[in-house]
C-alpha cells in the first residue's frame, strides 16, 4: 500500500465514507467504525483549566482582541443598534446578507442588501462593503470562530472576499474552551472555516499585511443573553 493509499484511506475515516482501514483491508464507515480509527491514540488534555462560561467569553474576547479583530458585546436588544452602528462607522453602502439571517438583527441598518448567490462572481464580491453573519461554534482557548455555512452565514466566499466581516457569536452557548471540544461539535462534512482574526501575512522581513487572504476588518460581537 502507498503512502498516497494510506493518506486518502484515513481522510476517508475521517469524513465518514466507506474505504479501506490504515491496513489496506476493508474497513468499516468513518469516524468509529474504522478499527484503525479506533486505535489512535486520543492521550492530549482535552482542555487546559476549568473556567466558567463568563471566563471562556472573556478568554475568546481577549484572544481576538489580540489577533486585531474588534471586539464588541451586546444583548438582542442592543444588537440592531450595535450592527447599524458598525456598518456606518465603516461607511458601508452595501452589506451582504446571508438568507438564514435573523431579519431583526439588521432592522435598524439602512445600507442596500446584497443577497448570498451562487451565480456571484468574485468581482461582485468584492464590491461588496461588509458581510454580516453568524457562526457555528467559537474556541476562546485559540480566539476562532468557526463558519460551517450554516443557516445565517452564507457561503464560504462571501466572509472571505469582501473586506469587512462582522460576525456574531452567541455567548455562552457557542463559545466552547478547546480545540478538541470544538472538533466533537463540528461535522466534518460541512465545509468549515475556522478565522483568527483579521486575514494577514508577512514578508521575510516580518512586515505586516493584512487582508491578503479574507477580510482586511474583522468585528466579532459577542451576544449576550438579555435581562428582561
Known amino acids: 500500500m ?29 469516524r468509529a467504525g474504522a478499527p484503525g480509527y479506533a486505535r489512535i491514540p486520543r492521550d492530549y488534555l482535552r482542555v487546559h483549566g476549568v473556567r ?23 444583548d438582542r436588544h442592543g444588537l440592531p443598534a450595535l450592527l447599524a452602528g458598525l456598518l456606518d462607522a465603516r461607511g458601508a453602502r452595501t452589506v451582504l446578507v446571508p438568507p438564514g439571517l435573523p431579519p431583526s438583527w439588521l432592522s435598524r441598518a439602512g445600507q442596500a442588501r446584497v443577497a448570498d448567490r451562487a451565480a456571484s462572481t468574485a468581482r461582485e464580491l468584492d464590491a461588496v462593503d461588509s458581510v454580516v453573519t453568524g457562526c457555528a461554534l467559537a ?5 476562532s470562530i468557526v463558519l460551517d455555512a450554516g ?40 465545509p468549515l472555516t ?28 459577542l451576544l449576550t443573553a438579555a435581562e428582561d
Request: net charge negative; glycine share 8%.
Open 139 to 143: 474556541v476562546a482557548e485559540t480566539g
Open 2 to 30: 502507498s503512502s498516497r493509499d494510506r493518506i486518502l484511506a484515513r481522510i476517508r475515516r475521517a469524513v465518514g465514507e466507506r474505504g479501506p482501514d490504515a491496513e489496506g483491508e476493508p474497513g468499516a464507515s468513518g
Open 52 to 74: 466558567t462560561p463568563q471566563e471562556s467569553a472573556d478568554l475568546l474576547a481577549a484572544h481576538l482582541a489580540e489577533y486585531r479583530a474588534a471586539v464588541h458585546r451586546t
Open 194 to 221: 475556522w478565522i483568527s482574526g483579521p486575514s494577514a501575512t508577512s514578508d521575510i522581513e516580518l512586515d505586516r499585511v493584512e487582508g491578503v487572504h479574507g477580510p482586511r476588518t474583522l468585528e466579532v460581537v
Open 151 to 190: 443557516p445565517g452565514q452564507g457561503r464560504r466566499r462571501i466572509t472571505l472576499i469582501p473586506d469587512h466581516h462582522v460576525c456574531v457569536v452567541r455567548a455562552p452557548e457557542q463559545v466552547v474552551d478547546s480545540v478538541p471540544l470544538a472538533l466533537a461539535l463540528l461535522d466534518p462534512a460541512r
